[in-house]
């Protein structure tokens, strides 16, 4: 069986050696999705020092892009949002921060409620307060 690996033009580069995705038959595996955009080291709604220490976060912002990043690859590879059946969501901030995350959640999910996990962790590769690892079917 062939595995294909997926890269996406819309999505943020990635920060490590490994592809936006990898397809196996009709499944198709996301690497963990951040809110950054593609071609800068800009994160929406988060503030950072110089020494690239956040000042102030905005997590709605960070959701919004996020929930963008993971539809561009989605696309890319040929499936879609519908086609989403399990996420694991890593929150750095799960008290203030889950309300929130959770209200545009469902939103964004209202006709699709794929199966969901949410952790909080100390912190993530860059300076973002939330990401998101996909599972879904093409």
């Known amino acids: 069986m062939t595995i294909d690996r ?3 033009n819309k999505a ?3 920060v490590g050696l490994y592809p936006h995705a990898r397809k196996i038959g009709n499944l198709l595996f ?3 999705v951040g809110p950054r955009e593609r071609g800068t080291k800009k994160i929406p709604g988060v503030e950072l020092t110089e020494d690239g220490i956040i000042i102030s976060y905005d997590i709605e912002a960070q959701c919004h892009s996020v929930f963008r990043n993971v539809k561009y690859i989605l696309e890319d590879a040929g499936s879609s949002w519908q086609n989403i059946v399990d ?3 890593y929150l750095t901030n799960m008290k203030d921060d889950f309300p929130i995350y959770n209200k545009l959640w469902a939103e964004y999910f209202k006709d699709n409620l794929p199966c969901r996990t949410t952790l909080e962790i100390n912190c993530l590769p860059t300076p973002i307060g939330i990401e998101l690892k996909v599972i879904a079917t093409i």
């Open 6 to 8: 997926i890269e996406s």
């Open 12 to 14: 943020p580069e990635p």
């Open 30 to 32: 996301l690497s963990g």
């Open 87 to 89: 996420v694991t969501v």
